[in-house]
Each structure stands twice: as structure tokens, then as C-alpha cells.
């Protein structure tokens, strides 16, 4: 598998980092829009959107707030301005995966895709 540059994987980290926030609820889904190619944003949206209802799930009323945090990522970097990462994510014994791709365009990293399993 190809390694990454030490850019590429500051942009992924940065990129999970904010992926993380919204599916934590500290951001809204529509955030990620910002971070995304025009093309792919809704569908970035809809899946985070998606993401934050099953990882969440139900809190009760005086319940604490349980954060997923990033247990691993992996980044590689199969040709120059492209990532591709899969992280292991996970809160209270559980753990989702998490995988992106990240395009460089016109000096920008941009999302292309994510998705959490």
C-alpha cells in the first residue's frame, strides 16, 4: 500500500477531526459542505446526517454525553493530491469504521467521499 506524505496526513487528520465533530454534534451535517467538492457534498451530508442518529443514538434526560474518538486511522496516498484513509472510531465499547477520500484541487484538500460503517 502507498504511504502518504506528511501533508496528506495532516489534511486527512483535519478533515476526520471535523467529520468527527459533526457526528459528535458539535457541528452541524451541513458543515462538512465547506470541506466538500460541490458534486459530492449532498451526499457527505446525508451520510454523516446518517451517522450522527446511529452512533448517538438515545440519551436519556441527566445521561453524560458519550464522545466517539478516533481509536486508529490509516492514510495513504495512492498518487500525489489524492488520500485515501479508513479510521477506527469508537465510544463505550463500540466501534464504527470510518473511511474518506480527500482530493487536492486548486490548492485546497476537498472531500469526495465519506463513509461510516
Known amino acids: 500500500m502507498a504511504g502518504a506524505t506528511p501533508e496528506a496526513k495532516r489534511a486527512a487528520k483535519r478533515f476526520l477531526d471535523t ?3 459533526i457526528v459528535n454534534g ?3 451535517a451541513g458543515h462538512v459542505r465547506a470541506l466538500a ?3 459530492d457534498a449532498a451526499g457527505m451530508v446525508a451520510q454523516l446526517a446518517s451517522a450522527t442518529g446511529r452512533v ?11 464522545t466517539v474518538r478516533l481509536r486508529r486511522l490509516r492514510v495513504c496516498e495512492p498518487r500525489p493530491g489524492v488520500v485515501e484513509a479508513a479510521a477506527a472510531v469508537g465510544v463505550a465499547g463500540r466501534t464504527w469504521a470510518m473511511a474518506f477520500r480527500i482530493e487536492r ?3 485546497s484538500w476537498v472531500g469526495t467521499s465519506v ?3
Not at 56 to 64: A, D, K, L
Open 19 to 21: 467529520c468527527l465533530e
Open 26 to 28: 458539535y457541528r452541524p
Open 37 to 39: 467538492s460541490p458534486t
Open 56 to 66: 448517538s443514538g438515545r440519551r436519556r434526560p441527566g445521561q453524560p454525553v458519550r
Open 105 to 107: 484541487r486548486r490548492g
Open 115 to 117: 463513509a461510516l460503517l
